[in-house]
């Protein structure tokens, strides 16, 4: 988990959200959704924090190049709502990217250092299944889910997900 830790100190510059469409999906706690950061050095990257999509179980960090950014916050629920209706059988379902840059949930996270990361394990069980990212005043966590992925601030996306982990095992 060494790359983890290399994020120490980055700024973050813009904030992301990576999305895969809910296509008919009951719950907003089932949406796969992860964080993409974009730090102040490195403009043109997207840093991705998620689960391992080969075993869906371990944090992982992924990087790409910058994407072309086809929506903003204020599109996030009403296109989530559309995509868990599973109406329109010509979708093409692909990943989404949201930028959340200048959305008031976020602005602690928004132009603030990464101070610490903190593994998240469950009791008896090495490998960790969850990553929270510490800021000054805020964090992300990014855990399993059942499609993927999903994440959370303290006060984005607070569905009880890291509530279960815990109740199966300290971390």
Not at 2 to 25: H, Q, S, Y
Not at 28 to 34: G, M, N, Q, V
Not at 96 to 124: A, H, P, Q, W
């Amino acid at each position: 988990m060494r790359a983890f830790k290399e994020l120490i100190g980055n700024t973050v510059d813009k904030l992301i959200l990576v999305v895969w469409p809910p296509w008919g999906e009951e719950k907003e706690s089932d949406i796969d959704i992860s964080f993409g950061l974009v730090f102040k050095d490195e403009p043109n990257i997207l840093c991705v924090i998620s689960v391992d999509k080969n075993e869906l179980w371990s944090p992982h960090i992924s990087y790409q190049p910058l994407p072309q950014i086809g929506y903003m916050w204020e599109d996030f629920y009403p296109r989530m709502k559309e995509w868990m209706k599973a109406e329109n059988d010509d979708s093409i379902i692909d990943v989404e990217y949201y930028d959340v840059t200048k959305c008031e949930l976020f602005k602690k996270i928004v132009s603030s250092k990464i101070r610490g990361i903190e593994l998240m394990n469950i009791e008896d069980i090495a490998d960790p299944f969850g990553v929270k990212i510490l800021f000054e005043d805020d964090y992300i966590i990014s855990i399993p889910n059942s499609d993927g992925n999903t994440v959370e601030t303290k006060i984005f996306n607070n569905n009880g997900s890291v509530e279960k982990f815990k109740q199966l095992g300290n971390w």
